[in-house]
T-cell receptor, first 108, second 115 residues
Framework: DAKTTQPTSMDCAEGRAANLPCNHS???????VYWYRQIHSQGPQYIIH???NNETNEMASLIITEDRKSSTLILPHATLRDTAVYYC?????????FGAGTRLTVKP | EAQVTQNPRYLITVTGKKLTVTCSQN?????MSWYRQDPGLGLRQIYY???????DKGDVPEGYKVSRKEKRNFPLILESPSPNQTSLYFC??????????????FGQGTRLTVV
């Protein structure tokens, strides 16, 4: 079973920030938080990951709460091409299990 | 360019006819895995491999076989396909250890239909 809880769907206006929450209250000390997205039926695409510090790359920012029980993926300026299913995964070794994810729809 | 290549992309076959879906990666990754994706069930792991000659079952291994004779290749074998194996299949690879630079790369997918 997936160890994360995400909203089923979210909408976001084009050009605005998209904030996607994820709860992982049972995360253990060695588990990283990973985010992937899947556009249509393409292969999932890696976005970002972190352990306890906030992370930023060219695609997104990842904010992890101090107790590590939840995190938020931030797409700073969402575009129509960001419409996808976003998966939050906690992972220690190579045990990568996908939940249902959040279907983000970016609207013009 | 770093990539995971699956072949074929689309396949329609008949029940019982053995088939192999190939997966190859050019990143010297130790870890490779196979997933299937079905509506309402999400991505489920079939098999994974930690390194050459090391494979293990995932969540839904029944009806599938894999082999890892070389680091770059991880074929998925359906000895006797059945209609309930109609699905979208993804191969993935990553470095073994979790930490920096351990993102997983996924192939483009193989849409298999068994009639």
């Amino acid at each position: 079973d997936a160890k994360t809880t995400q909203p089923t769907s979210m909408d976001c206006a084009e050009g605005r920030a998209a904030n996607l929450p994820c709860n992982h209250s049972t995360i253990s000390g060695n588990e990283y938080v990973y985010w992937y997205r899947q556009i249509h039926s393409q292969g999932p695409q890696y976005i970002i990951h972190g352990l306890k510090n906030n992370e930023t790359n060219e695609m997104a920012s990842l904010i992890i709460t101090e107790d590590r029980k939840s995190s938020t993926l931030i797409l700073p300026h969402a575009t129509l091409r960001d419409t996808a299913v976003y998966y939050c995964i906690v992972r220690e070794a190579n045990d990568m299990r996908f939940g249902a994810g959040t279907r983000l729809t970016v609207k013009p | 360019e770093a990539q995971v290549t699956q072949n074929p992309r689309y396949l329609i076959t008949v029940t019982g006819k053995k088939l192999t879906v190939t997966c190859s990666q050019n990143m010297n990754h130790e870890y490779m895995s196979w997933y299937r994706q079905d509506p309402g069930l999400g991505l489920r792991q079939i098999y994974y491999s930690m390194n050459v000659e090391v494979t293990d079952k995932g969540d839904v291994p029944e009806g599938y076989k894999v082999s890892r004779k070389e680091k770059r290749n991880f074929p998925l074998i359906l000895e006797s396909p059945s209609p309930n194996q109609t699905s979208l299949y993804f191969c993935a690879s990553s470095l073994h250890r979790v930490g920096k630079n351990t993102e997983a790369f996924f192939g483009q997918g193989t849409r298999l239909t068994v009639v």
